[in-house]
C-alpha cells in the first residue's frame, strides 16, 4: 500500500506519471470514444430521417400557379415552417407562388372542416382550383427533443392537381442536433427540403415550356432545344 501511495504521488520534476495521470488520460480516452460513438449515432439518425423522391417519368402540362398549404405537425411551428418554406422558394419567375396565408384564408371562407391544419386531398383539390393553381405544396413538420437539444424533421410533397400524383416529396431534418431553439431547427429542416423542391421545380418548369411548345407548333414542327427553353 506504502508502494502504492508513493508511485501516485506526483513529486516535483518527476517525468514518470503516476497511476493517476494513467487513470485520467485512459477516462479522457473513454470520454473521447463516446462522444465519437454519439456523433456516428447522430449522423445516421439523420440519415435515417433524410430522403427524396422524383418521379422523373412525369412530364407536367400547363402548369402557371402553384399554391402552398399551411403545414401539419407539432404546434405552434406548422406557420413558421409554411412561411419559411414559401419564402424559400426560387421559381418565383417560372410560377405564380400562392403563399400559404391566402390558401388558409381561402379554406375558412370556403368553411372546409380542418383539424391542426390536417386537410383532405379532396378538398385541397377543391381550394387549388378555386385559386386557379395546378400544383399545390403540402408540408408536415414534426419536432424532436433529445435531453437539452432539439431537432425538427420536415416533409414537403409537390402534388400535380389535375392527376392526384404525388410528382416530388423531400424529408430533411435540421442536422443540428445541438442547443438550438426550436424555431431553428424547424427553419433549417424547411430549408434542407426546399433546396430538393427547387431543383425539382425548376426542371419541372422546363419540361413545361417544352410540352407548350411542342404542343404550339403542331405535328411536322420541331419544337426550340432544351437550352432554348431554359
Known sequence: MLNLLRYCRVKKGQTKPGLNNLMLKSIKKI?????ISLSVLIVISCANNSFVKKDSSFTPEGWR???IFPFTGSRGFTYLAAEA????I?????FEIVPPETAYALI?????P??????????AKKVSEQLDAQVMIMGNIETIKEGKSFDAIATVRVIDIKTGRTVAESQRPSGLKVKN???QCVIISVGNASVDINEFLVEAAVKNVITKEKKT???????????KAR
Request: proline share 4%.
Open 31 to 35: 470520454f473521447c470514444l463516446v462522444a
Open 217 to 227: 407548333a403542331g405535328p411536322g414542327k420541331k419544337s426550340p432545344n432544351k437550352e
Open 108 to 112: 375558412e371562407k370556403m368553411k372546409i
Open 114 to 123: 380542418v383539424v391542426d391544419n390536417l386537410i383532405s386531398i379532396e378538398y
Open 65 to 67: 400557379k402553384i399554391v
Open 181 to 183: 431553439s426550436e424555431e
Open 85 to 88: 418554406f414559401a419564402f424559400h
Open 90 to 94: 426560387k421559381a418565383r419567375e417560372q
